[in-house]
């Protein structure tokens, strides 16, 4: 079993930056991609990017791109999520997942126990 922990989240103005970040532990021979998801009270998550632990291919969803960046660091196998110019309705909260392949978002089936972020105007 795959342990997710996430930080990085807090509290900016609008424009400014923030770096998530999730370590993986535990069982991660079976992890070979990491995701990120945003999730809004009251509705389902819903995935930003998503990177190849081996490859490091990446993967966004067209319109987080060119705000967010994901990287990961094998050596400490964190992966981290870069989110810059936020916006007061970036404000959410923030999962990590893990899945045994990179593909559609329903192969995501580790989580994180999310981090919050707030951006006020």
């Known amino acids: 079993q795959v342990q997710l922990m996430e930080s990085g989240g807090g509290s900016v103005q609008t424009g400014g930056s923030l770096t998530l970040a999730c370590a993986a532990s535990g069982d991660t021979y079976n992890v070979n991609c990491l995701g990120w998801f945003r999730q809004y009270p009251g509705k389902g998550r819903e995935g930003i990017a998503r990177?190849?632990?081996?490859?490091?291919?990446?993967y966004y969803e067209y319109y987080w791109k060119g705000r967010f960046t994901i990287s990961y660091d094998s050596a400490n196998n964190t992966v981290y999520l870069q989110m810059n110019s936020l916006k007061p309705e970036d404000t959410a909260m923030y999962y990590c997942?893990?899945?045994?392949?990179?593909?559609?978002?329903?192969?995501?089936?580790?989580w994180g126990q999310g981090t919050h972020v707030t951006v006020s105007s």
């Open positions: 990177i190849h632990t081996g490859s490091q291919s990446t």
């Open positions: 997942a893990a899945a045994r392949y990179c593909g559609p978002w329903s192969l995501f089936d580790a």
